[in-house]
């Protein structure tokens, strides 16, 4: 059974600073992995979207890279500000051809990562 | 920008009542979906919908639970009878094809069962 982890649970740094978060998952046979963003109370919006076959996709400031093979992708967010401010979210999508299905995506916690001004 | 929409935003209700969530999905998407956030836990995948019929359920979906499309809008998750451990952010998502693969979610609707 497919489990998403996410290291640290939470995370506080001064504006301006380079950070990296992490998320492991225990089942390599994905189709794709994704990451969110989720505000307190609020929806979530997809950040960066990284097919299994690729090894990293860049939005702006963010960096999302997939090492398949060991179950690992680090999200990195480069010169971070205050309004990224905000729980992190990863998300698996197990492969089809392996038993998965359309769109059902498994979830790790999140990291709640806080951004001081 | 395409949204997924849902409604309400927040409704509350008395244990063994019927709750009704809407949601409005991205107009071209084929696939949809519906996961739930209990406070302070993962997100959790109950239900995808396609070709006008469930695709998929995980083990909470049980029989309290339903879903319909019943226009070519709307997408409809329906509580039978509400037990206090429903309450939760319930998410609707929407996907144009699984080979692509980006999910988008709605802004959610909280549930509280009192």
């Known amino acids: 059974k497919q489990e998403v982890t996410q290291i640290p649970a939470a995370l506080s740094v001064p504006e301006g600073e380079n950070l990296v978060l992490n998320c492991s998952f225990t089942?390599?046979?994905?189709?794709?992995l994704q990451w969110f963003r989720q505000d307190p109370g609020k929806g979530l919006t997809s950040l960066l979207l990284?097919?299994?076959?690729?090894r990293e996709q860049t939005s702006g400031r963010l960096n999302a890279s997939l090492d398949k093979s060991s179950g690992r992708s680090t999200l990195y967010i480069a010169a971070s500000q205050p309004g990224d401010s905000a729980t992190y979210l990863c998300?698996?999508?197990?492969?089809?051809?392996?038993?998965?299905?359309?769109?059902?995506?498994?979830f790790g916690k999140g990291t709640k990562l806080s951004v001081k001004p | 920008e395409p949204e997924v929409t849902q409604t309400p935003s927040h409704q509350v209700t008395q244990m063994g009542q019927e709750v009704i969530l809407r949601c409005v999905p991205i107009?071209?998407?084929?696939?949809f979906y519906w996961y739930r956030q209990i406070l302070g836990q993962k997100v959790e995948f109950l239900v995808s919908?396609?070709?006008?019929?469930?695709?998929?359920k995980s083990e909470i979906f049980d029989d309290q639970f339903s879903v319909e499309r019943p226009d070519g809008s709307n997408f409809t998750l329906k509580i039978r009878s509400t037990k206090l451990e429903d309450s939760a952010m319930y998410f609707c998502?929407?996907?144009?094809?699984?080979?692509?693969?980006?999910?988008?979610f709605g802004e959610g609707s909280r549930l509280t069962v009192l």
């Open positions: 998300a698996v999508r197990a492969d089809m051809n392996y038993g998965g299905s359309q769109g059902n995506l498994i």
């Open positions: 919908f396609y070709n006008n019929e469930i695709s998929e």
């Open positions: 107009s071209n998407h084929l696939y």
């Open positions: 089942d390599s046979a994905i189709y794709n």
């Open positions: 990284i097919q299994s076959s690729q």
């Open positions: 998502a929407s996907l144009w094809t699984g080979f692509v693969g980006e999910l988008f």
